[in-house]
């Protein structure tokens, strides 16, 4: 039985191919992304996790080589038609990398709008507010608020990670993106994330590539398991972690070698 | 039947077998409990039945040992799918088999009152119903062992056999003791040690159903009857 059944679909990604110049990292996926739920992707390096989630913001085709075959509709729109544009595509659809990223000399303030000021002028009160909510979606406010205009650099890894989320969130995004946002973490820090993510996927959609099972299975409400760039298994998370009905999910979750 | 491939850390393979191992050295005393219980109450050997109520501990240390071990592996290992589910199945089945080896215990305490009092008469019913519990248990460890579905589910066809075997030897005992009030003392033990057999193959049920959720993930616990509507 499907988790909540109700919420709609964000992304209905349909026979999904994609390359690296010869070499041919996604085979035929087909997904449903659904909105306000957390959806977990995971498999072996070189699986095309990443790969599929930088399709869903155009980021692939931004490596020289890169081809994409398929269709993938964000609320009914493909996103690969002509007159879409890929940094607009890109502020509805937000990414959160590995190795938290802040500009390190950039103010904490600074930070958190960089993504905004890219698309124009902004006057102080906007900003201000801007920078606040961001910050408290982001769980990060008041552990900052004294201190936004230090470099973001001077804050800790974890504090980093939430910073690079706030200024994610400043661009008001639709969907979140998070490749392996953890990876780089402590227990803890992972733990104020993962307890984020509860929180956003109340207002968002989100996506998160990781390496860590239990990770998947604690935040997320469905899982797809990746293998050679296809999409071996997909459904509710209770079930891919007690149950999954492929051999290979079985296998890669457990642990085991062929 | 599904073959087995192996984790790539091999500690953690070597944790789980020696899990298998102690789960089915643990079967096999219970196994034999019950087998001595019946002996030391058909051949009316009062000393058989003292053993087999100090094996008990054994058994009940076996219990605590293996629970540890999961909680051990839950900890360290996080497991998960079919890993998850057989360190579920295994603690849940000492349990089922600790109490096998009470019930057995249970049938050995009636077994020395009985041997204390002439026979009343040969216990045909008894001895039948202890051959089916015993199937029962040993094709529930059989199929654990195998991973074998159908196996478990044939454990779960036997038990209405064992329902009604019990109740043949309870009706049986009842009209001996209408007869004659001389026997009532025997007779409440015999159809006590009738209970405990029946109660033996439900958790020989208990295993098999567990069995099946092990291997297939399916859950066939109370036929399914959970839907009904609950007053």
Redesign the interface.
Known sequence: MLKNPENSPRFVVTQLNAWFSAHHVLRSVDMLIRDREVTAIIGPSGCGKSTFIRCLNRMHELVPGAKVAGSIQLDGEDIYQSDVDPVLLRRHVGMVFQKPNPFPTMTIRENVLSGLRLTGRLDRSTANSVVESALRRAALWDEVKDTLDKPGGSLSGGQQQRLCIARTLAVDPSVILMDEPCSALDPVATARIEDLLHTLKASYSIVIVTHS??QA?RVSDRTGFFLSGELIEFGDTDRI????TDRR???Y?????? | MSEQRKHTDRAYEQDLETLRQRLLMMAARVEGMIENSIRALVERDSELAHRTILSDRVVNRMEIEIDEMCLLILAKRQPLASDLRFIAYSMKMVTDLERIGDLAANVCERAIALNKEPMVKPLVGISRAAEIAEAMIGQAIDAFVKRDVERAQAVLDRDNEMDAMYRDVFKEWLLLMEGDPAVVDRGIQVQSVAKYLERIADHATNLAEQVIFMVAGRDVRHHGKLTAPVE
């Open positions: 099972m239990q299975s972690f007690t149950a999954p999910t079985e296998d979750i457990t642990g085991k070698f062929g």
